[in-house]
C-alpha cells in the first residue's frame, strides 16, 4: 500500500507542474498588456514601462518562469496587479469563503441526496422516485445564475426572508480571524450574531451551488441502492424477517454508499472551482470572483494562483478516491503497480 | 451559557435576520451611514498609484487637494489652497495654503506637505503622474514658507490648475513612518489613509465594503447639519442585485443600472433618479493607418451613412448627440458647422471619391463583450452600411483584449466603440487624445495623423492666455472633424438612483460615471 501512496504522490506532483507550465504558457500567449491596463487608460509609455519593470515582466519569459517556479518553491505566488498585494494574501483571504459555501452546498446535497436517493430506490417508480426523478433532472439543467437570480426575487425581494447577497449584514462586523472561515471563527469567538447573520447570508448560494451536485448524489445513490437491494444477501436478509429500515439502513447502505462516496469527492473539488456565477450573484467574496476580476484586468499572476490553488484540490479529491479504491480494491493497486 | 441556550439564541438571532428587512438607511450611534451600492472594487487609495471612479470617490472623501472641481458647469474652486496666482506665461504657479486644514491625526496641512505629496506622485511615475510630469520635475516645486507653495514649470502649461484637483495632499510623516522597503508607503496606503479629507476610514474588507466615518470635526466644516455621518460602499457586482439592494431598502445609492432599469426605478415611489448630461463622449473609433478606413472619404461615407438618432433611442432619450469632437462641458467647446448627421446622399457621395467607391469590403466591429448597447449599435451599423454595399462583422471582446487590438496600428480595428472620460475641463485633455502621443492608448485607436492639427494641440497646450487658446481650440475641433477619424457619436447621461432621504447630490460632469462627491450628501428622515 505505502508503494502504491508513493506512486500516486510523485504522478500528484508531476501533474502539478505539468498544470503549472500550462498555466504558465496560455497566460502570457493571450493577448493583452497586463502593465499597461495596471497602469492606467492614460498612462505615458514610461509608466508603462515603471509598471513592467516593478512587475518583472520586461523580463524574457524563460527568465519570469524560472523566477515564479523559484517563487513557488518559496510559498511565493507572486504579485496581483489589480490588488497590489501577493497573490498568496489574497488567496488566504478568499478561499475561506469559498471553502465554507462550497462545504455549506455539499453536506445540504449530502444530506438531502442520500436520504432522497434511498427514498427513489426503495419507492421505485412511484410518485416518491418520479418526484425525486424531477428534482434531479432540474439541477443539472437549471443553470447556476438564473436559480440563483429567481431564489433572489422570490425569497429576498418579493418576501424579504434572506439578504440578498454578501457574507454578512452591513453592520455586521466580521469577528477576528483564528482560522480564517467566518462562521468558524465567529462560533470560536461566542459571536452568536455573526454566526445566525453568516448563516442567513450563506442560505441561497449554497442551495443555488449545491442543486446540481443535489441531483447527481441523488440519481447515483439511487441506482447503487437499486441494485444493491437485488442482492442475494439481501434477499436472504429479508427472508430472516429483518425489517426493511434495517435492511436498508444497515446493510444495503453501505454498500450502495460506496461509489456515491466517490463521487462525493470528484465533484467537492470539481465545485471548489465552478463557484464562479454563485459568487458573482450573492457577491460572496470568493476564490471565483478573484479569479474573474483577475482575469478580466489580465491580471496573469492570481489567475495562475487561483488555478494551481483548484487544480492542487481536484488532484488532491482524485488522489484520495485513488486511495480510497486501492484500499477497496487490492486489484486496483496490483494493476498500479504492474 | 448552556449549549441549549446558546442554540436558542442562535435560532432566535437567526429568525430575526431572516424575518427583518433591512432599514432604509444603517444607524450607528447616533450617526446615519448613508449604503453605496457599487459594482466596482477599490483597489486601492493610494492617490499617487491609481484612479478610477470607485478609487476617486474614495479617495476625494479622504483627502483633499489644493483646489476642488465643483457643480455644472464644473467651476474650480478654493480647497486647501484659499488663493493662488500665476505668472504671465503660465510657468510659475504660486499658491497659499488655508492656515486651519488639518490632516486626521492632527498635523497640521503645510506647504512641505504639498510638495512631499507632488514628488512622490512624480516620483512613483503612476496614477496621476502623466497629467504633470512632462512640465513638472521635481527640484520645481518650492516651499515658500509653511502656507505657500511654488511650482515652477519647466514650459508654459496652461492647463495646469485645471489637473490639481485630482493631486491630494498626504501628511508625508504619516507616510514615511509606514514605508516598508523604500515603497514611499506604497503598501501601507493601499488600504490606510494619510489625509485631511472629510471622511476617514472606519472599515476596510477589502472585496467586500468599505466604510468611512466622517469626521467630525472635518476643517472646512460641513454644508449641511444633516451630513451623513458616514458611509458604506458595498460591492454588488450584478445590477439586478444592485436593484434590488436599492427596492428593498438595503442601499441608499446605486450606479450603473441599465437604461431600462434606470427608467422603471425612476417611476417608483421613494426613488429618485437624477439625470444630467455628462462628459464621457461615444464614438467609434476608425483605424486611420490601415485597411479601407485608412481612406479619409471611406471614414467620411460611413459617418454619413451612420443613424445618429438610434445612439439616443438605444439609451431611451437620456443622451445628447456630440456636436464637436469636445464634450459640451468642455471649456472652449464649440458646435463644429456640419457636423456629420445621417445622409445617404452625401455618404454615398463622398464614398464614390474613395479607393472603394462602390462598397463590396467588410469592416470588423470591436465592442466590449456583455455591454448590451454597444452590440445594438452594432446591429445598426450592419444595417445602415447595408445600403453602402459595406458589410459589417461584429466581434465582441472583453476589455483588456480590446485595449491590446487598439494599441498598435497593425492590429487596430477597423471600427472600435470606445467610451471616454476626460479627466479634466480643459480642452487640451481632449485635444491631447487625437495627438501622436496618445498612440496606443484606448482613445487614441484611430492612429490619428494630422501634423497640422499636432502642432496646433502643442501650441494651444502651452499659449498661456485663454483668449489665445479659445480659437486655436476651436480651429483643433474644426479639423478633426474633417478628417473623420471617428463616428463622433454621443454623451450619455449619468444616472444614479437613490432614496429619497438622500439630500444634497451635487453633479458634476467632470467626474467620472459612477463617481460620487460624498461630501456634501445629507440623510434627511422623514
Known amino acids: ?338 | 451559557m448552556s449549549a441549549s441556550l446558546r442554540l436558542a439564541a442562535v435560532v432566535a438571532t437567526l429568525t430575526l435576520a431572516l424575518a427583518a428587512p433591512a432599514p432604509a438607511f444603517e444607524r450607528s450611534g447616533d450617526r446615519k451611514i448613508l449604503v453605496f451600492a457599487g459594482r466596482q472594487e477599490v483597489p486601492t487609495i493610494d492617490p499617487s498609484v491609481k484612479y478610477d471612479w470607485s478609487i476617486r470617490m474614495a479617495q476625494q472623501s479622504l483627502y483633499d487637494a489644493l483646489v476642488k472641481y465643483i457643480g455644472n458647469p464644473p467651476q474650480i474652486v478654493p480647497w486647501l489652497a484659499e488663493r493662488w496666482e500665476s505668472t504671465p506665461d503660465a510657468k510659475t504657479w504660486t499658491f497659499h495654503l488655508v492656515k486651519n486644514a488639518r490632516f486626521h491625526n492632527g498635523d497640521p496641512v503645510t506647504a512641505e506637505a504639498v510638495r512631499f505629496s507632488f514628488a512622490r506622485t512624480l516620483k512613483l511615475n503612476q496614477g496621476p503622474a502623466w497629467m504633470l510630469s512632462d512640465f513638472l520635475k521635481e527640484d520645481g516645486i518650492k516651499v515658500l514658507d509653511d502656507s505657500t507653495i511654488q511650482f515652477n514649470l519647466s514650459q508654459p502649461y496652461a492647463p495646469f490648475l485645471s489637473f490639481l484637483p485630482w493631486w491630494y495632499v498626504m501628511n508625508g510623516k504619516q507616510v514615511l513612518a509606514s514605508e516598508q522597503g523604500g515603497d514611499l508607503g506604497q503598501k501601507w496606503l493601499t488600504t490606510n489613509a494619510a489625509g485631511s479629507g472629510p471622511f476617514k476610514i472606519k472599515r476596510w474588507e477589502q472585496g467586500v465594503l468599505y466604510e468611512l466615518e466622517a469626521v467630525d470635526n472635518y476643517w472646512k466644516g460641513w454644508p449641511s447639519k444633516d451630513h451623513v455621518g458616514g458611509v458604506i460602499y458595498k460591492i454588488v457586482r450584478e445590477a439586478g442585485a444592485q436593484r434590488a439592494a436599492l427596492l428593498r431598502g438595503e442601499a441608499d445609492v446605486v450606479e450603473g443600472l441599465s437604461t431600462d432599469d434606470f427608467d422603471q426605478v425612476a417611476k417608483m415611489p421613494g426613488i429618485v433618479v437624477p439625470n444630467f448630461p455628462g462628459m464621457t463622449t461615444f464614438g467609434i473609433k476608425m483605424n486611420t493607418q490601415k485597411g479601407p478606413t485608412k481612406d479619409p472619404n471611406f471614414r467620411k461615407a460611413v459617418c454619413y451613412a451612420f443613424d445618429y438618432d438610434a445612439l439616443v433611442k438605444i439609451y431611451n432619450g437620456h443622451a445628447v448627440l456630440e456636436t464637436s469632437p469636445f464634450p459640451n462641458a468642455t471649456r472652449g467647446h464649440v458646435a463644429v458647422p456640419g457636423i456629420y448627421r445621417q445622409d445617404l446622399a452625401k455618404a454615398k457621395e463622398v464614398l464614390a471619391k474613395s479607393a472603394s467607391p462602390n462598397g463590396g469590403v467588410e469592416l470588423e466591429y470591436v465592442y466590449v463583450q456583455g455591454l448590451e448597447e454597444e452590440r445594438k449599435l452594432g446591429l445598426v451599423l450592419i444595417d445602415n452600411l447595408q445600403k453602402l454595399n459595406i458589410t459589417v462583422k461584429m466581434v465582441p471582446l472583453i476589455w483588456p483584449n480590446m485595449v491590446a487590438r487598439g494599441s498598435k496600428p497593425d492590429t487596430s480595428p477597423d471600427m472600435m466603440a470606445v467610451f471616454t472620460t476626460p479627466v479634466s475641463t480643459d480642452p487640451d485633455a481632449v485635444a491631447y487624445q487625437y495627438h501622436k502621443n496618445s498612440w496606443g492608448k484606448y482613445y487614441g485607436s484611430s492612429f490619428y495623423a494630422n501634423d497640422d492639427v499636432w502642432a496646433l494641440i502643442d501650441r494651444a497646450r502651452t499659449t498661456p492666455r485663454w483668449e489665445e487658446r479659445a480659437p486655436l481650440y476651436a480651429e483643433i475641433q474644426k479639423r478633426i472633424a474633417a478628417d473623420a477619424p471617428e463616428i463622433f457619436g454621443m454623451l450619455m447621461n449619468r444616472r444614479w438612483a437613490m432614496r429619497d432621504h438622500v439630500k444634497g447630490f451635487q453633479f458634476s460632469p467632470v467626474r467620472f460615471t459612477g463617481e460620487v462627491d460624498l461630501y456634501p450628501l445629507a440623510i434627511v428622515a422623514k
Open chain 1, 1 to 338: 500500500m505505502l508503494g502504491y501512496v508513493a506512486r500516486r504522490l510523485a504522478l500528484l506532483g508531476l501533474m502539478l507542474f505539468g498544470l503549472l507550465c500550462i498555466t504558465f504558457a496560455i497566460s502570457h500567449v493571450v493577448p493583452g498588456d497586463p502593465a499597461r491596463l495596471a497602469a492606467g487608460p492614460d498612462a505615458t509609455a514610461s509608466m508603462v514601462e515603471t509598471v513592467r519593470a516593478e512587475y518583472g515582466l520586461d523580463q524574457p519569459l524563460s527568465v519570469q518562469f524560472w523566477r515564479y517556479v523559484r517563487g513557488i518553491a518559496s510559498g511565493d505566488l507572486g504579485r496581483s496587479l489589480r490588488t497590489r498585494e501577493t497573490v498568496g494574501s489574497d488567496l488566504l483571504r478568499y478561499f475561506p469563503n469559498t471553502f465554507e459555501l462550497v462545504t455549506g452546498a455539499m453536506l445540504i446535497a449530502v444530506g438531502l441526496g442520500v436520504p432522497l436517493g434511498i427514498l427513489a430506490a426503495v419507492h421505485r417508480d412511484t410518485w416518491v422516485d418520479h418526484l425525486t426523478r424531477v428534482v434531479s433532472v432540474s439541477g443539472v439543467a437549471i443553470p447556476a445564475f438564473w436559480l440563483g437570480l429567481m431564489l433572489q426575487l422570490l425569497l429576498a425581494l418579493d418576501w424579504g426572508l434572506l439578504p440578498l447577497g454578501g457574507r454578512l449584514g452591513l453592520m455586521q462586523a466580521p469577528p477576528a480571524p483564528i482560522t480564517r472561515l467566518l462562521v468558524v471563527d465567529a462560533l470560536l469567538r461566542g459571536q452568536w450574531a455573526t454566526v445566525a447573520d453568516a448563516f442567513a447570508h450563506a442560505l441561497l448560494p449554497m442551495v443555488t451551488l449545491c442543486f446540481p451536485a443535489l441531483a447527481s448524489i441523488m440519481r447515483v445513490n439511487r441506482a447503487e441502492m437499486i441494485e444493491t437491494l437485488r442482492q442475494d444477501y439481501i434477499v436472504n436478509a429479508r427472508a430472516q424477517g429483518i425489517s426493511d429500515v434495517r435492511i436498508v439502513g444497515r446493510y444495503a447502505l453501505k454498500n450502495a454508499m460506496v461509489p456515491t462516496l466517490a463521487m462525493i469527492g470528484l465533484r467537492y473539488g470539481w465545485m471548489l472551482g465552478g463557484t464562479v456565477l454563485v459568487e458573482t450573484v450573492f457577491d460572496w467574496p470568493g476564490i471565483g470572483l478573484y479569479a474573474v476580476s483577475s482575469a478580466v484586468s489580465s491580471d496573469f499572476q492570481p489567475i495562475m494562483g487561483v488555478t494551481l490553488l483548484l487544480g492542487l484540490n481536484f488532484m488532491l479529491a482524485n488522489f484520495l478516491v485513488d486511495l480510497a479504491y486501492g484500499w477497496l480494491d487490492p486489484r486496483t493497486r496490483e494493476a498500479g503497480a504492474a
